[in-house]
């Protein structure tokens, strides 16, 4: 079955330590995307990518990072410099050109 | 980034009701695609709309893209209590790319 896994499904961490969370899809998608959901809140992009070795800043990239070193994997990297980084992650990828989002069942965040 | 206006924010009915929730932008998108999210899931997709005038079905689901191409609606008739969840609109600008913009959702609510 192909799809999109993120892990860990839950994630805790201690205010000022980088976390990563992982991203990898089988669906041989070019593009790969990391959203931001808080309670009550629309999905907001944090960064995405079109290709391997590239990728873009979204709307809400300060304090994230990321890279993308193979075609599957799109790892998120939420570092110390994120003022408020307790949120639901969404992974997603989609073929070029307009062809709908799919999207991870997420992880979530909490830093104390 | 832009951000779709989605209304209403959140719908509270008796099963068997019919529903209807739209958005609307102050750009022309050329994809409206509408989703779904349970609690604590990736949003799932419903339907995509890629051509002004379309109307599409999904079972009790019609949505449609509107003339204009700033607008679409989401209808679910006969809601069941399946149906709780978040509704998400999401459009695509012509020069955008691969990013979508989305709603702020719809929070429905049925009760048996």
């Known amino acids: 079955d192909g799809g999109i896994t993120q892990s860990p499904k839950y994630l805790f961490r201690k205010e000022g330590q980088n976390v990563t969370l992982s991203c990898e899809q089988n669906l041989n998608h070019d593009a790969m995307y990391w959203y931001r959901q808080d309670p009550g809140q629309g999905l907001r992009l944090i960064y995405y990518s079109q290709i391997v070795n590239d990728f873009q800043k979204g709307d809400i990239a300060e304090g994230y990072s990321v890279s993308r070193e193979k075609k599957e994997s799109f790892p998120l990297t939420v570092t110390s410099a994120q003022k408020n980084p307790t949120a639901f992650y969404l992974c997603?990828?989609?073929?070029?050109?307009?062809?709908?989002?799919?999207f991870g069942n997420g992880t979530r965040l909490t830093v104390t | 980034g832009q951000q779709l206006n989605q209304s209403p924010q959140s719908m509270f009915i008796q099963e068997g009701e019919d529903v209807s929730m739209n958005c609307t932008s102050s750009s022309i998108f050329n994809t409206w695609l509408w989703y779904k999210q349970d609690p604590g899931e990736g949003p799932v997709l419903l339907i995509a709309?890629?051509?002004?005038?379309e109307l599409t079905s999904n079972g009790r689901l019609t949505a449609q893209f509107g003339i204009t191409r700033k607008d679409s609606f989401l209808n679910i008739s006969a809601s069941i209590p399946s149906d709780v969840g978040i509704y998400f609109c999401a459009g695509q600008e012509e020069t955008s790319g691969s990013r979508l913009t989305f709603g702020e959702g719809t929070q429905l609510t049925v009760n048996p």
């Open positions: 997603a990828s989609s073929r070029l050109g307009g062809s709908p989002l799919h």
């Open positions: 709309l890629y051509k002004a005038g």
